[in-house]
């Protein structure tokens, strides 16, 4: 495996129901991120972790609980969503945070569907 | 508040030129980005610039004015695989990266 796997790619579950979405890089990347994916807006920037710290938190709701085990896995943990919660959320890693070139790599994204 | 504008959708014929515009208002600049994102795909990078002027990587092409806070993305001799996706992204002075709502490109026979 190359490049950063996201499983699963396809969820669908209620709001009651708990589930977790999985990152894995293959880079030796430092950083990774979790994004949320709306059709026609932009990216939005969920959390950010370096070396395993959390080092952003763009104001999520506390239905959404990530965790970075270590530099190569992160998770996204989710219980009690809403129907808007919907939507497409993309793993990404970069080899470090703070400059100018760096360069994100994505993965192909978890599509989240909430009934 | 910051801003990045781009055209929600456009349309070019295989075998021909098209010109992706980006506007930005940010809080300060550290780089645009130029990504492509194929339906159920994950984003790829294709550009990044940081200095005026035109940077070329085969068919495509990223133009920077920072002056102007403008940046275009051309891709010539278009084939059928440019059907996607555009994202641009600027990466403001605390190195956040700020997002368009990105442009759908739909490539005619």
């Known amino acids: 495996e190359t490049g950063v796997t996201q499983t699963p790619r396809h969820l669908v579950m209620g709001m009651t129901n708990k589930k977790s979405l999985k990152c894995e890089q293959h880079l030796g990347h430092n950083a990774m991120y979790w994004y949320k994916q709306s059709a026609k807006k932009p990216l939005e920037l969920m959390f950010v972790y370096s070396l395993e710290e959390r080092v952003e938190n763009n104001s999520v709701p506390s239905r959404f609980s990530p965790e970075c085990p270590n530099s190569s896995h992160l998770f996204l943990h989710l219980h009690t969503l809403q129907p808007e919660d919907s939507a497409l959320y993309l793993c990404?890693?970069?080899?470090?945070?703070?400059?100018?070139?760096?360069?994100?790599?994505f993965g192909a994204g978890s599509r989240l569907t909430v009934l | 508040g910051q801003n990045i504008d781009q055209p929600t959708e456009m349309t070019a014929t295989e075998g021909a030129i098209v010109q992706i515009n980006c506007t930005y208002q940010?809080?300060?600049?550290?780089?645009l980005f130029w990504y492509q994102q194929h339906a159920g795909e994950a984003p790829t990078f294709l550009s990044y610039n940081v200095l005026d002027g035109l940077e070329e990587k085969g068919r495509f092409s990223s133009f920077l004015s920072r002056s102007k806070g403008y940046s275009y993305l051309l891709l010539k001799e278009l084939q059928m695989k440019d059907s996607a996706s555009y994202l641009c992204?600027?990466?403001?002075?605390?190195?956040?990266?700020?997002w368009g709502a990105g442009t759908k490109l739909i490539i005619k026979p």
């Open positions: 992204a600027v990466r403001d002075s605390n190195y956040q990266l700020i």
């Open positions: 990404a890693s970069s080899q470090e945070i703070g400059t100018g070139a760096n360069v994100l790599t």
């Open positions: 940010t809080s300060g600049f550290n780089g």
